[in-house]
């Protein structure tokens, strides 16, 4: 369930708490061989479903940048941030890839409200979103997500 926020203001109260989850979304060979394309990053590990058989994972896996690429459909389920003319992604602080993301893999987002602090118009959050696998004990994925809010 997303975690609804009425202003940017209300964000600093929260700092420090689990925001909530994304729903779950399957991982299929279609996704991957799409982002491939877009990336021009065809390695076997990701798009040869012959080959990774006989792999160090046993079958295909997702890119890194695509599980993190994923962060961006996930915020928005668990944070809804409303009274802004405009909300800015500014980036991430601190990325890692704990664990692979084979294909066929149900992943979704969780979010933590890291830290608020009030920038020249506005309020910036960092949110820590860590992709989890179903089924898995370690992440696929923790960001550090940068985001600004600007007042309506």
């Given at each position: 369930?997303t975690?609804?926020f009425k202003?940017?203001?209300?964000?600093k109260?929260a700092?420090?708490?689990?925001?909530?989850?994304s729903?779950?979304l399957e991982?299929?060979?279609?996704?991957?061989?799409?982002?491939?394309?877009?990336?021009?990053?065809?390695?076997?590990?990701?798009?040869?479903?012959?080959?990774?058989?006989?792999?160090p994972?046993?079958?295909?896996i997702?890119?890194g940048?695509?599980?993190?690429?994923?962060?961006?459909?996930?915020?928005?389920?668990?944070?809804?941030?409303q009274?802004?003319?405009?909300?800015?992604?500014?980036?991430?602080?601190?990325?890692?890839?704990?664990?692979?993301?084979?294909?066929?893999?149900?992943?979704?987002?969780?979010?933590e409200?890291?830290?608020v602090?009030?920038?020249?118009?506005?309020?910036?959050?960092?949110?820590?979103?860590?992709?989890?696998?179903?089924g898995?004990?370690k992440p696929?994925?923790?960001?550090?997500?940068?985001?600004?809010y600007?007042?309506?």
């Amino acid at each position: 369930m997303t975690r609804v926020f009425k202003h940017p203001a209300d964000l600093k109260a929260a700092q420090g708490e689990q925001l909530g989850c994304s729903d779950w979304l399957e991982i299929d060979q279609n996704r991957i061989n799409l982002f491939a394309d877009a990336t021009g990053d065809h390695q076997w590990i990701h798009v040869d479903p012959e080959r990774a058989k006989d792999g160090p994972f046993g079958k295909c896996i997702a890119h890194g940048y695509l599980t993190l690429s994923l962060v961006n459909l996930f915020l928005p389920q668990i944070i809804d941030v409303q009274g802004i003319s405009m909300g800015v992604n500014v980036g991430c602080e601190k990325i890692r890839f704990p664990s692979p993301v084979p294909v066929g893999s149900r992943v979704r987002g969780c979010g933590e409200l890291v830290s608020v602090e009030e920038v020249k118009g506005g309020v910036q959050s960092v949110v820590r979103v860590t992709v989890e696998i179903e089924g898995q004990d370690k992440p696929a994925c923790v960001a550090d997500t940068i985001s600004r809010y600007f007042p309506a």
